[in-house]
């Protein structure tokens, strides 16, 4: 079965400083992992996805994350937080074969000026 | 290109009224997914289905949630009776193939009262 922990239901930084949020899988099979972000009142946007190749991905609006086997992480970081970014974000986990995607409870990104 | 879409965007109604939630999903897409987020559950996956069809129902809360796709465009999700407890905002998203990017609509966000 498949599952996936996001650490931090609330991360707070300033703006300039790097953003890392946390987010770890469990996977009996090869996973595919994303990550999505969600602004207020809004639907659920795709930042970025990691299927297989390279391990470090590299989405929209300056993020990325590296997929990490041995620690079974998917972080996601950016160098320089923008105001812009303040918003929820949500990892998920599907597999190489199905498509039922699983999604992290969410963590809530505050940028301070 | 013209997104997921959803309506209404706002229901508000009484608990026992009949609620109709609808979404029309991007042309061409064959999978559509209905999913419920509240503060206390985060995100659930309600019901998917793919090329109109049914696949996983198990998301399903109670026999008063039901849910159709006459068509290729277009989705209902239907809650009869309504219950105070369905408040929440429900989401609309779809995909193109087994492992594509869900895209989603904007919400419904449903009180009842």
């Known amino acids: 079965a498949q599952s996936v922990t996001q650490l931090g239901s609330h991360v707070s930084v300033s703006e300039g400083a790097l953003v890392l949020l946390r987010c770890n899988y469990s996977?009996?099979?090869?996973?595919?992992l994303f990550w999505y972000v969600q602004y207020p009142n809004q639907g659920l946007q795709l930042l970025l996805k990691?299927?297989?190749?390279?391990?470090l991905v590299k989405g929209i609006n300056g993020f990325e994350a590296e997929f990490k086997k041995s620690e079974t992480s998917f972080h996601l970081t950016k160098p320089s937080a923008h105001m812009s970014d303040a918003a929820e974000y949500f990892c998920?986990?599907?597999?190489?074969?199905?498509?039922?995607?699983?999604f992290g409870a969410g963590t809530r990104l505050f940028v301070k000026a | 290109d013209a997104g997921v879409i959803q309506s209404p965007r706002h229901e508000v109604t009484e608990m026992g009224q009949e609620v109709t939630l609808r979404c029309k999903p991007i042309?061409?897409?064959?999978?559509l997914f209905w999913y419920r987020q509240t503060m206390m559950r985060g995100l659930e996956l309600l019901i998917y289905?793919?090329?109109?069809?049914?696949?996983?129902d198990s998301g399903m809360p109670e026999d008063r949630f039901s849910a159709k796709m006459p068509n290729a465009s277009f989705s209902t999700l239907k809650i009869q009776p309504s219950e105070p407890r369905d408040s929440a905002v429900y989401f609309c998203?779809?995909?193109?193939?087994?492992?594509?990017?869900?895209?989603f609509g904007d919400g419904t966000r449903l009180s009842i009262l």
């Open positions: 998203a779809s995909s193109l193939g087994l492992k594509g990017t869900q895209h």
């Open positions: 996977s009996s099979v090869p996973p595919y």
């Open positions: 990691y299927t297989s190749a390279a391990t």
């Open positions: 998920a986990v599907s597999d190489t074969g199905g498509f039922k995607t699983i």
């Open positions: 042309s061409g897409h064959d999978y």
């Open positions: 289905f793919n090329n109109n069809v049914p696949i996983d």
